[in-house]
């Protein structure tokens, strides 16, 4: 059974900088297969892309609104995508989750969701 599992929310000061970790584990196949991305979902919204990286790592696409502060990456021998967030907002506090696509799933499609972690950051 494939899982993700994130890890490194918490409790911030706005300004400062978070790293969120996903790891992937159950896989039938490489993880280095697959794409990854991170959404998030803050109270009373709907869940909006943040960030995604292409199986090869040699691609990556962010919302407007995490460009230049947000930075995805992963490590395909540790089965673990990545979020470093620097200049952390009020406005980017939310629940933030890690989603992974297999490499048929097209149309900006996830196969595979893991069960958020809090980012919550303080003025």
């Known amino acids: 059974q494939v899982q993700l599992v994130e890890s490194g929310g918490g409790l911030v000061q706005a300004g400062g900088s978070l790293r969120l970790s996903c790891a992937a584990s159950?896989?039938?196949?490489?993880?280095?297969?697959?794409?990854m991305g991170w959404f998030r979902r803050a109270p009373g919204k709907e869940r909006e892309f943040v960030a995604r990286?292409?199986?090869?790592?040699?691609?990556?696409d962010y919302a407007d609104s995490v460009k230049g502060r947000f930075t995805i990456s992963r490590d395909n021998a540790e089965n673990t995508a990545f979020l470093q967030m620097d200049s952390l907002q009020a406005e980017d506090a939310a629940v933030y989750y890690c989603?992974?696509?297999?490499?048929?799933?097209?149309?900006?499609?996830?196969?595979?969701w893991g069960q958020g972690t809090q980012v919550t950051v303080s003025s």
């Open positions: 989603a992974a696509a297999k490499p048929a799933t097209q149309g900006g499609k996830y196969d595979y």
């Open positions: 159950g896989l039938p196949f490489s993880f280095r297969f697959l794409n």
């Open positions: 990286i292409t199986w090869s790592g040699s691609n990556t």
